[in-house]
T-cell receptor, first 111, second 114 residues
Framework: TQLLEQSPQFLSIQEGENLTVYCNSS?????LQWYRQEPGEGPVLLVTVVTGGEVKKLKRLTFQFGDARKDSSLHITAAQPGDTGLYLC???????????FGTGTRLTIIP | ETGVTQTPRHLVMGMTNKKSLKCEQH?????MYWYKQSAKKPLELMFVYNFKEQTENNSVPSRFSPECPNSSHLFLHLHTLQPEDSALYLC?????????????FGPGTRLTVT
Protein backbone atom coordinates (compact mmCIF):
# COMPACT_ATOMS: atom_id res chain seq x y z
CA THR A 1 0.00 0.00 0.00
CA GLN A 2 1.39 3.39 -0.98
CA LEU A 3 1.67 5.93 1.80
CA LEU A 4 2.01 9.70 1.62
CA GLU A 5 3.36 11.16 4.83
CA GLN A 6 2.75 14.83 5.43
CA SER A 7 4.70 16.93 7.89
CA PRO A 8 4.23 18.61 10.16
CA GLN A 9 0.92 17.12 11.25
CA PHE A 10 -0.05 20.36 12.99
CA LEU A 11 1.32 23.87 12.50
CA SER A 12 0.27 27.06 14.21
CA ILE A 13 2.00 30.32 13.28
CA GLN A 14 1.44 34.05 13.43
CA GLU A 15 -0.03 36.03 10.57
CA GLY A 16 2.68 37.31 8.27
CA GLU A 17 5.12 34.46 8.79
CA ASN A 18 6.28 32.06 6.10
CA LEU A 19 5.87 28.30 6.27
CA THR A 20 6.56 25.10 4.35
CA VAL A 21 4.72 21.81 4.57
CA TYR A 22 5.92 18.57 3.09
CA CYS A 23 4.48 15.51 1.42
CA ASN A 24 6.78 12.49 1.17
CA SER A 25 6.55 8.97 -0.15
CA SER A 26 8.77 6.10 -1.16
CA UNK A 27 6.58 5.62 -4.24
CA UNK A 28 6.74 7.41 -7.56
CA UNK A 29 3.60 9.20 -8.71
CA UNK A 30 2.53 10.30 -12.17
CA UNK A 31 1.19 13.55 -10.73
CA LEU A 32 0.49 15.10 -7.38
CA GLN A 33 -2.34 17.29 -6.22
CA TRP A 34 -2.70 19.65 -3.27
CA TYR A 35 -6.06 20.36 -1.62
CA ARG A 36 -7.22 22.68 1.15
CA GLN A 37 -10.13 21.67 3.35
CA GLU A 38 -11.82 24.23 5.58
CA PRO A 39 -13.94 23.25 8.60
CA GLY A 40 -17.36 21.97 7.56
CA GLU A 41 -16.40 21.72 3.91
CA GLY A 42 -14.94 19.21 1.50
CA PRO A 43 -11.42 19.48 0.08
CA VAL A 44 -10.87 21.98 -2.73
CA LEU A 45 -8.18 21.38 -5.34
CA LEU A 46 -5.43 24.02 -5.30
CA VAL A 47 -2.97 22.71 -7.88
CA THR A 48 -1.78 19.68 -9.82
CA VAL A 49 1.91 19.18 -10.54
CA VAL A 50 2.88 16.73 -13.22
CA THR A 51 6.56 17.07 -14.16
CA GLY A 52 9.45 16.17 -11.85
CA GLY A 53 10.99 19.39 -10.55
CA GLU A 54 7.95 21.44 -11.54
CA VAL A 55 7.20 24.60 -9.58
CA LYS A 56 3.79 26.24 -9.65
CA LYS A 57 2.74 29.46 -7.97
CA LEU A 58 -0.74 30.43 -6.86
CA LYS A 59 -0.53 33.95 -5.40
CA ARG A 60 1.35 33.49 -2.09
CA LEU A 61 1.47 29.68 -2.42
CA THR A 62 4.36 27.91 -4.14
CA PHE A 63 4.14 24.21 -4.93
CA GLN A 64 7.08 22.04 -5.95
CA PHE A 65 7.16 18.46 -7.21
CA GLY A 66 10.34 16.59 -6.40
CA ASP A 67 12.72 15.64 -9.19
CA ALA A 68 12.09 11.95 -8.50
CA ARG A 69 8.31 12.49 -8.32
CA LYS A 70 8.18 11.01 -4.82
CA ASP A 71 7.70 14.16 -2.80
CA SER A 72 6.28 17.64 -2.88
CA SER A 73 6.29 20.80 -0.83
CA LEU A 74 3.95 23.73 -0.32
CA HIS A 75 5.41 27.06 0.74
CA ILE A 76 3.18 29.90 1.91
CA THR A 77 4.56 33.42 2.07
CA ALA A 78 3.14 35.99 4.51
CA ALA A 79 0.47 33.66 5.85
CA GLN A 80 -3.00 35.06 6.43
CA PRO A 81 -5.87 33.81 8.62
CA GLY A 82 -7.69 32.77 5.45
CA ASP A 83 -4.96 30.19 4.85
CA THR A 84 -6.16 28.25 7.90
CA GLY A 85 -7.28 24.74 7.03
CA LEU A 86 -6.31 21.14 6.47
CA TYR A 87 -3.85 20.75 3.61
CA LEU A 88 -3.91 17.41 1.82
CA CYS A 89 -1.62 16.08 -0.86
CA UNK A 90 -2.76 13.28 -3.15
CA UNK A 91 -0.65 11.24 -5.53
CA UNK A 92 -1.89 9.69 -8.75
CA UNK A 93 -0.59 6.21 -9.44
CA UNK A 94 0.79 5.09 -12.75
CA UNK A 95 -1.42 2.58 -14.47
CA UNK A 96 -4.61 2.93 -12.48
CA UNK A 97 -7.24 5.53 -11.74
CA UNK A 98 -6.70 5.91 -8.01
CA UNK A 99 -5.58 8.83 -5.91
CA UNK A 100 -3.67 8.13 -2.69
CA PHE A 101 -4.25 10.86 -0.12
CA GLY A 102 -1.71 12.01 2.41
CA THR A 103 -2.08 12.16 6.18
CA GLY A 104 -2.71 15.92 6.13
CA THR A 105 -1.27 19.05 7.75
CA ARG A 106 -3.62 21.09 9.88
CA LEU A 107 -2.56 24.72 9.61
CA THR A 108 -3.72 27.51 11.90
CA ILE A 109 -2.79 31.13 11.24
CA ILE A 110 -3.12 33.31 14.30
CA PRO A 111 -4.20 36.91 13.62
CA GLU B 1 -26.00 26.83 -7.14
CA THR B 2 -23.63 24.70 -5.06
CA GLY B 3 -21.89 22.10 -7.24
CA VAL B 4 -22.07 19.05 -5.00
CA THR B 5 -24.60 18.79 -2.19
CA GLN B 6 -24.87 16.16 0.52
CA THR B 7 -27.69 15.38 2.91
CA PRO B 8 -27.98 15.06 5.77
CA ARG B 9 -25.02 17.11 7.02
CA HIS B 10 -25.09 15.33 10.38
CA LEU B 11 -26.42 11.89 11.29
CA VAL B 12 -26.47 9.96 14.54
CA MET B 13 -27.56 6.35 14.29
CA GLY B 14 -27.61 3.24 16.41
CA MET B 15 -25.89 0.08 15.34
CA THR B 16 -29.19 -1.56 14.41
CA ASN B 17 -30.56 1.34 12.34
CA LYS B 18 -30.76 1.63 8.59
CA LYS B 19 -30.10 5.02 7.04
CA SER B 20 -29.05 6.49 3.70
CA LEU B 21 -26.72 9.29 2.71
CA LYS B 22 -27.53 11.28 -0.41
CA CYS B 23 -25.25 13.13 -2.80
CA GLU B 24 -26.31 15.26 -5.76
CA GLN B 25 -24.11 17.03 -8.28
CA HIS B 26 -25.24 19.86 -10.53
CA UNK B 27 -22.09 19.96 -12.66
CA UNK B 28 -22.96 17.54 -15.45
CA UNK B 29 -20.18 15.19 -14.39
CA UNK B 30 -20.04 11.51 -15.26
CA UNK B 31 -18.03 10.11 -12.35
CA MET B 32 -19.01 10.11 -8.68
CA TYR B 33 -17.12 8.96 -5.61
CA TRP B 34 -17.65 8.09 -1.94
CA TYR B 35 -14.79 8.75 0.49
CA LYS B 36 -14.42 8.15 4.22
CA GLN B 37 -12.48 10.69 6.29
CA SER B 38 -11.60 9.56 9.81
CA ALA B 39 -9.84 11.59 12.44
CA LYS B 40 -6.48 9.85 12.33
CA LYS B 41 -6.39 8.22 8.90
CA PRO B 42 -5.88 9.52 5.37
CA LEU B 43 -8.90 10.11 3.19
CA GLU B 44 -10.02 6.68 1.97
CA LEU B 45 -11.71 6.00 -1.34
CA MET B 46 -14.70 3.69 -0.90
CA PHE B 47 -16.59 3.49 -4.21
CA VAL B 48 -16.42 4.95 -7.72
CA TYR B 49 -19.17 5.14 -10.29
CA ASN B 50 -18.64 6.16 -13.90
CA PHE B 51 -21.67 6.64 -16.15
CA LYS B 52 -23.80 5.02 -13.39
CA GLU B 53 -21.71 1.85 -13.36
CA GLN B 54 -19.63 0.90 -10.32
CA THR B 55 -16.00 0.77 -11.34
CA GLU B 56 -14.32 0.61 -7.94
CA ASN B 57 -15.09 -1.03 -4.61
CA ASN B 58 -12.13 -0.53 -2.33
CA SER B 59 -12.77 -3.60 -0.16
CA VAL B 60 -15.61 -1.87 1.65
CA PRO B 61 -17.65 -3.97 4.13
CA SER B 62 -21.07 -5.01 2.88
CA ARG B 63 -22.79 -2.96 5.58
CA PHE B 64 -22.13 -0.06 3.20
CA SER B 65 -24.18 -0.34 0.01
CA PRO B 66 -23.88 2.29 -2.73
CA GLU B 67 -26.50 3.12 -5.33
CA CYS B 68 -26.20 5.35 -8.39
CA PRO B 69 -29.56 5.70 -10.16
CA ASN B 70 -28.23 8.33 -12.59
CA SER B 71 -25.11 10.39 -13.16
CA SER B 72 -26.35 13.19 -10.89
CA HIS B 73 -27.26 11.19 -7.80
CA LEU B 74 -25.33 8.88 -5.52
CA PHE B 75 -26.54 7.18 -2.36
CA LEU B 76 -24.79 5.29 0.41
CA HIS B 77 -27.10 2.92 2.25
CA LEU B 78 -26.01 2.07 5.78
CA HIS B 79 -27.08 -0.85 7.98
CA THR B 80 -25.80 -2.51 11.13
CA LEU B 81 -22.85 -0.15 11.35
CA GLN B 82 -20.13 -0.27 13.99
CA PRO B 83 -18.86 2.59 16.18
CA GLU B 84 -15.61 2.62 14.18
CA ASP B 85 -17.65 3.61 11.13
CA SER B 86 -18.14 7.04 12.69
CA ALA B 87 -16.48 9.49 10.30
CA LEU B 88 -17.05 12.24 7.76
CA TYR B 89 -18.37 10.74 4.53
CA LEU B 90 -17.50 12.82 1.50
CA CYS B 91 -18.99 12.62 -1.95
CA UNK B 92 -17.15 13.92 -5.00
CA UNK B 93 -17.75 14.15 -8.73
CA UNK B 94 -15.56 14.72 -11.77
CA UNK B 95 -16.10 15.09 -15.51
CA UNK B 96 -14.55 11.69 -16.08
CA UNK B 97 -12.90 9.02 -13.97
CA UNK B 98 -9.24 9.32 -13.18
CA UNK B 99 -6.79 11.73 -11.57
CA UNK B 100 -6.46 13.84 -14.70
CA UNK B 101 -9.98 15.10 -13.97
CA UNK B 102 -10.49 17.53 -11.09
CA UNK B 103 -12.70 16.16 -8.36
CA UNK B 104 -15.25 18.46 -6.75
CA PHE B 105 -16.16 17.51 -3.20
CA GLY B 106 -19.36 18.04 -1.28
CA PRO B 107 -19.34 19.29 2.32
CA GLY B 108 -19.74 15.80 3.75
CA THR B 109 -22.04 14.00 6.15
CA ARG B 110 -20.73 13.74 9.70
CA LEU B 111 -21.84 10.27 10.86
CA THR B 112 -21.82 9.14 14.47
CA VAL B 113 -22.65 5.52 15.25
CA THR B 114 -23.69 4.91 18.84
Amino acid sequence: TQLLEQSPQFLSIQEGENLTVYCNSSSVFSSLQWYRQEPGEGPVLLVTVVTGGEVKKLKRLTFQFGDARKDSSLHITAAQPGDTGLYLCAGANFGNEKLTFGTGTRLTIIP
Amino acid sequence: ETGVTQTPRHLVMGMTNKKSLKCEQHLGHNAMYWYKQSAKKPLELMFVYNFKEQTENNSVPSRFSPECPNSSHLFLHLHTLQPEDSALYLCASSPGQGPSYEQYFGPGTRLTVT
